[in-house]
């Protein structure tokens, strides 16, 4: 790859792909690089300096020296989302040790808030690795599993939380997951190019639907009604207050 290619590192969970594909149907790989990544590994790759552009989860997006959203499309929720949940064989009142899943911060980040915040309950956290068997939480425990593994393991647990349903019941207000930002200035007519990109496929989610969902784990018609139904792709307002009064609470804990 030529380095003057502008490095863009992607999610690679089934609530991207019609921005993966409004970016390789815009052609737009002729002056950039595209990777698709776990959202940790898109928050490390723009902090360390592998990419120029994330799709990053918010709970880092302060931690990452000179980001900034350049972008009003995100990952966003009005909820439920259906893939960011707290799964057990306990209610929430009986839990006492939660597994987090090692691939978002976000995720992990939001559930610590919610125990904090809305449960007042004191958990023990236990950060999981990619050889985790997220089907083994014993007694009073649970695991936060986040993307397309959600629909995997419905029926797996007798107890599910929707944890951006959580989050709606105690504030009122949506949630955002991930948003696009940029570690150093990029050319406006690029930043131009590259929304329209994500336009073009929030606006095509049939079309994405057929370009990749042969690689998903979920049936094609729960995939377009999740697209459609759970997923919310602008960056608003309302949720640019959402992910203020999350980064705010966040910081109340840490």
Request: proline fraction near 4%.
């Amino acid at each position: 790859m030529s380095r003057d290619k502008i490095r863009i590192s992607a999610v690679r969970y089934a609530n991207s792909y019609p921005l993966i594909y409004g970016l390789r149907e815009s052609g737009i790989e002729n002056i950039a690089e595209i990777t698709i990544d776990h959202p940790s590994e898109c928050a490390y790759k723009l902090s360390a300096g592998q990419a120029d552009i994330g799709l990053v989860p918010v709970a880092v997006l302060p931690d990452i020296r000179g980001a900034e959203i350049i972008s009003n499309y995100c990952i966003g929720t009005q909820s439920p989302v259906r893939t960011v949940m707290l799964l057990s064989n306990d209610p929430v009142s009986k839990i006492k040790k939660i597994h987090l899943d090692y691939r978002s911060r976000t995720s992990v980040a939001l559930i610590r808030v919610i125990a904090a915040k809305f449960w007042n309950k004191s958990i023990i956290w236990q950060l999981t690795n990619p050889g985790f068997d997220f089907s083994s939480a014993g007694e009073n425990e649970g695991v936060v599993i986040i993307g397309d593994q959600c629909f995997e393991m419905e029926g797996v647990y007798s107890h599910s939380t929707d944890l951006s349903v959580e989050w709606k019941k105690h504030t009122g207000l949506p949630f955002v997951f991930a948003v696009w930002a940029a570690n150093k200035k990029l050319d406006p007519s690029f930043i131009n190019h590259f929304n329209d990109a994500l336009d073009y496929g929030i606006r095509n989610i049939g079309a994405a639907v057929s370009k990749f969902g042969e690689i998903s784990t979920m049936p094609v018609e729960v995939l377009v009604s999740y697209l459609y139904n759970n997923i919310d792709y602008h960056l608003d307002n309302e949720k640019k207050i959402a992910m203020d009064t999350f980064l705010s609470y966040l910081r109340d804990i840490r």
